[in-house]
Nanobody, 124 residues
Framework: QVQLVESGGGLVQAGGSLRLSCVAS????????MGWFRQAPGKEREFVAA????????SYADAVKGRFTISRDNAKNTMYLQMNSLMSDDTAVYYC?????????????????WGQGTQVTVSS
């Protein structure tokens, strides 16, 4: 089993920045690809970004490309999402996820473990 705990969410003005963190525990973090998803009120959960087990490959949703950066520090069992130039459309609960494969994936059904989520609210 893998436990994932997100942090770093909050309220920010449009144009501002936040950095989300996801700490993993329970099993070997380094063998897992990781991802970030988000769910806005009344909408389905959507893919945001993903990173290969060694950080060598990343993938982003078009909506966040150029503004968000995903990274990981395997020595700290932690994944990050740096979010810049935030917009009101970025308001959502953000979830981190892990999958028992080394390659990135962009659909939530491909992930085995999920965190509880952290709220990000962008005011315009």
């Amino acid at each position: 089993q893998v436990q994932l705990v997100e942090s770093g969410g909050g309220l920010v003005q449009a144009g501002g920045s936040l950095r989300l963190s996801c700490v993993a525990s329970g099993r070997t973090f380094t063998n897992y690809a990781m991802g970030w998803f988000r769910q806005a009120p009344g909408k389905e959960r959507e893919f945001v970004a993903a990173i290969r087990w060694n950080g060598g490959s990343t993938s982003y949703a078009d909506a966040v490309k150029g503004r968000f950066t995903i990274s990981r520090d395997n020595a700290k069992n932690t994944m990050y999402l740096q979010m810049n130039s935030l917009m009101s459309d970025d308001t959502a609960v953000y979830y981190c996820a892990a999958r028992t494969f080394i390659r990135v994936a962009t659909t939530d059904s491909e992930y085995n473990y999920w965190g509880q989520g952290t709220q990000v609210t962008v005011s315009s």
